[in-house]
């Protein structure tokens, strides 16, 4: 028997030690409950390396449309350094929710850059650029900036 549990446990010690999640930081803001305004930019500041950059977006079942328009910009030393748009599909054509997760929430991430260089003064703004002020049913936006391993 002890050899079994010595065994199990050096190959959950070898998983594990596989398992590098130090290349990747994921950051999340939570959303009010009344909604997010339009004029609600939401700033990040990932940790500095060159990587692949993803949006991520935790919604619920409320939220009344099929897609999330945002603006995503570079930030650094107080310029804009770039800006672009990125529209996330959330459903399909059949009103079927394209996230996963479970119950009446969904989580959906998209890549929207396969490199980019992030310093110590960068930092990613998010907001929404929807037809209307205030969006609701969105829970949390997050960024994910997966580091090129050297």
């Known amino acids: 028997m002890k050899h079994h549990?010595?065994?199990?446990?050096?190959?959950?010690?070898?998983?594990?030690?596989?398992?590098?999640?130090?290349?990747?930081?994921?950051?999340?803001t939570n959303l009010p409950d009344d909604g997010w305004a339009y004029t609600d930019a939401l700033s990040f500041s990932p940790r500095p390396g060159k990587g692949e950059l993803s949006i991520a977006v935790r919604h619920d079942a409320s939220y009344p449309y099929s897609n999330l328009w945002l603006e995503v910009a570079v930030v650094s030393g107080g310029k804009n350094i770039s800006t672009d748009t990125v529209n996330l599909t959330l459903c399909d054509p059949y009103g079927h929710?394209?996230?996963?997760?479970?119950?009446?929430?969904?989580?959906?991430?998209?890549?929207?850059?396969?490199?980019?260089?992030?310093?110590?003064?960068t930092t990613l703004r998010v907001r929404h650029i929807m037809r209307c002020d205030t969006i609701r049913g969105i829970d949390q936006v997050g960024i994910s900036h997966?580091?090129?391993?050297?």
């Open 5 to 28: 549990l010595s065994l199990l446990l050096t190959a959950i010690t070898i998983i594990l030690a596989g398992c590098d999640t130090s290349g990747e930081d994921t950051l999340f």
């Open 146 to 150: 997966r580091l090129t391993r050297i």
């Open 97 to 121: 929710w394209l996230g996963k997760g479970f119950g009446g929430s969904y989580q959906i991430e998209v890549p929207v850059a396969p490199s980019v260089t992030i310093d110590s003064l």
